[in-house]
């Protein structure tokens, strides 16, 4: 049984309780802690749709790279903001290397100013970095990777600086420095001369 189906079974022996009881509603809301203490589902349905909640909820942070045919070449820069058509543009646009089928770099807009995930890639489709801009700053996890994929750079941003702890590794995924920023500013310093084996 899929985890759909699990589900709608599960509202459906719920909204038959709910026919028959119609004491615990609140102008068509339902308490969910007076299902969960009145034993309208198994302990075993408990645990499930605790661990399908938390499963569903761990993300890692990482920016998604959204997929768009929007050519960014359509879009117009008034005044720091982007518009499509006299409008602000909300959404997702992509650039090309020239004379190639290859993405260049991927934008995203919310009322016009950056918002969302941002990607540059190399010529040979691979990713360079990739980070979130909220209310036109770059704020959020960032990464940037070396031609062959390996991870070169990782950190936060905080409104276009760096912010908190920043490695960068070389290109056979070596660390070779750790860095503590406070909004840009260095903190403190580790520079690893040596190789780990």
């Not at 942070?61 to 006299?86: A, F, Q, R, S, W």
């Not at 290397?97 to 934008?107: A, C, K, L």
């Amino acid at each position: 049984m899929n985890v759909q189906v699990y589900i709608n079974n599960v509202h459906t022996r719920i909204n038959k309780y709910r026919a028959k009881k119609k004491f615990y509603y609140y102008k068509n809301f339902v308490n969910p802690f007076y299902i969960w203490s009145k034993k309208i589902l198994t302990m075993k349905e408990k645990i499930t749709l605790i661990l399908i909640l938390l499963i569903s909820s761990c993300n890692s942070g990482e920016p998604i790279i959204p997929e768009t045919k929007l050519e960014c070449n359509m879009l117009e820069i008034v005044d720091g903001l982007v518009y499509l058509n006299d409008n602000k543009f909300t959404g997702s646009c992509v650039t090309f290397y020239v004379d190639s089928s290859n993405r260049d770099e991927i934008r995203s807009y919310k009322n016009g100013l950056r918002d969302g995930t941002w990607a540059k890639f190399y010529q040979n489709s691979n990713l360079r970095y990739k980070g979130v801009a909220k209310k036109g700053e770059i704020t959020g996890k960032y990464r940037s990777y070396f031609d062959n994929g390996s991870l070169e750079d990782s950190g936060y941003m905080y409104k276009g600086f760096k912010d908190g702890v920043w490695f960068k590794f070389d290109i056979y995924n070596q660390l070779r420095r750790k860095t503590q920023f406070d909004k840009g500013e260095i903190k403190n310093d580790k520079i690893y001369d040596e190789y780990v084996y």
